[in-house]
Nanobody
């Protein structure tokens, strides 16, 4: 069973950048599509970005298009979320997920105005 561990969250000012990482255990990482989700206080968890097993044609929520980039490094069993031009409304716990499968424990991102 694949386990996921996110890192890279923190407290930043509006306009700054962060890169989140999600390290996966297990030998089948390259077979899975990978997602990033987020959950803001008092709100439901929402989809942020998805990348296929091959890394081709990622998909993004409209709210992050043009600012966030999802990528993966299969030899390192890691998926990334590069977040630029951060806004206070991006404040949330960010989770990685195997598409349709297991979740990580999340990493907090806080953007101050």
């Amino acid at each position: 069973q694949v386990q996921l561990v996110e890192s890279g969250g923190g407290l930043v000012q509006a306009g700054a950048s962060l890169r989140l990482s999600c390290a996966a255990s297990g030998r089948s990482f390259s077979s899975y599509g990978m997602d990033w989700y987020r959950q803001a206080p008092g709100k439901e968890r929402e989809f942020v970005a998805r990348i296929s097993w091959s890394g081709g044609i990622p998909h993004y929520a409209d709210s992050v298009k043009g600012r966030f980039t999802i990528s993966r490094d299969n030899p390192k069993n890691t998926v990334y979320l590069q977040m630029n031009s951060l806004k206070p409304e991006d404040t949330a716990i960010y989770y990685c997920r195997i598409t349709g499968g297991a979740w990580g424990q999340g990493t907090q991102v806080t953007v101050s105005s």
